[in-house]
């Protein structure tokens, strides 16, 4: 199982700005190993973000994502002490949810 | 589907219940959520990208701005925010031009949600990283930067 996202979620205005640290190799498929076999590609393909049941975001990812991702956005209509829920899943079909309240 | 699994490994507050709920609902085998758009990332050009998104072409605007370091030392870590005051920006998706697959990624933005995000990409080497919006009416508009890079991100 994956490591926990980190995420925080604070108000910037009237807006909510969200910051995800997430936890993953996001392998490109692209690298060899030492003894110059391709290592597979292993990478997180979508990410959503909800709040109250609501998707405020959706993402697509390729490969090409660095290395354990960090991704900021900002969502109209929140207040604190909601909840902001993100989940992922890789190409191995992998899953990770986590939430956080914003501040 | 071991969802049942899940609630019972994770269900521990109202809300983690709820937030599966929503997971459970969104992650129905062959729902669209699931979906990953292969097409559009095994594309190798700006234009190739937009056919897969669903478009016809894009169009160059100076209504979407790009902020990154001009000079990236470390190609597996560059960091962008992409910016778009373009009326009902439905996607932003960032391309960078002489990576592999062009694609790297496709945010969609719903409504009440900033056309605002900020990530970090791989960068193989030195290239034009593209910021392509889709407006809620499918047309597609593009703005690019050069960011030299110093260490690729993609090779061993």
Same mark, same amino acid.
């Given at each position: ?22 936890? !993953? ?25 909800? !709040? ?52 | ?15 983690? /219940?709820?937030?599966?709920? /929503? %997971? %459970? ?9 699931? &979906?990953?758009?292969? %097409? ?8 190739? @990208?937009?056919? @897969? ?19 990236? &030392?470390?190609? @597996? ?12 920006? @439905? ?22 949600? &900033? ?5 970090? /990409? ?20 593009? %703005?690019?930067?050069?960011?030299? /890079? ?7």
């Amino acid at each position: 199982m994956a490591d926990p996202m980190k995420i925080r979620a604070n108000m910037a205005g009237d807006k909510v700005e969200v910051k995800v640290l997430m936890s !993953h190799e996001m392998e490109t498929g692209q690298r060899k190993d030492a003894k110059g076999a391709t290592i597979p590609a292993w990478f997180i393909q979508n990410v959503t973000a909800t !709040h109250n049941g609501k998707t405020v975001l959706a993402a697509e990812w390729g490969p090409a994502v660095a290395k354990n991702p960090f991704l900021s956005f900002r969502f109209a209509g929140g207040k604190p002490g909601d909840k902001v829920v993100i989940t992922w899943t890789d190409n191995r079909g992998e899953k990770r949810t986590d939430e956080a309240t914003i501040a | 589907m071991n969802c049942s699994r899940r609630k019972v490994l994770k269900g521990t507050g109202g809300m983690a /219940v709820l937030g599966l709920a /929503v %997971a %459970a609902g969104l992650f129905k085998p062959g729902s669209a959520w699931a &979906e990953w758009n292969k %097409a559009a990332f095994d594309t190798k050009s700006l234009n190739d @990208a937009v056919k @897969a998104l669903g478009g016809a072409g894009a169009t160059e605007s100076k209504d979407i701005t790009i902020t990154s370091p001009d000079i990236a &030392e470390n190609g @597996a870590v560059v960091p962008f925010t992409i910016a778009s005051k373009v009326p009902n920006t @439905a996607a932003v998706a960032i391309l960078v031009e002489k990576n592999p697959n062009i694609l790297a990624a496709n945010f969609e933005i719903p409504q009440g949600t &900033e056309p605002w995000v900020n990530t970090r /990409v791989k960068m193989g080497q030195t290239s034009n990283v593209i910021a392509l919006v889709k407006t809620s009416d499918g047309k597609f508009l593009y %703005a690019s930067k050069e960011v030299k /890079v110093t260490l690729g991100g993609c090779g061993g």
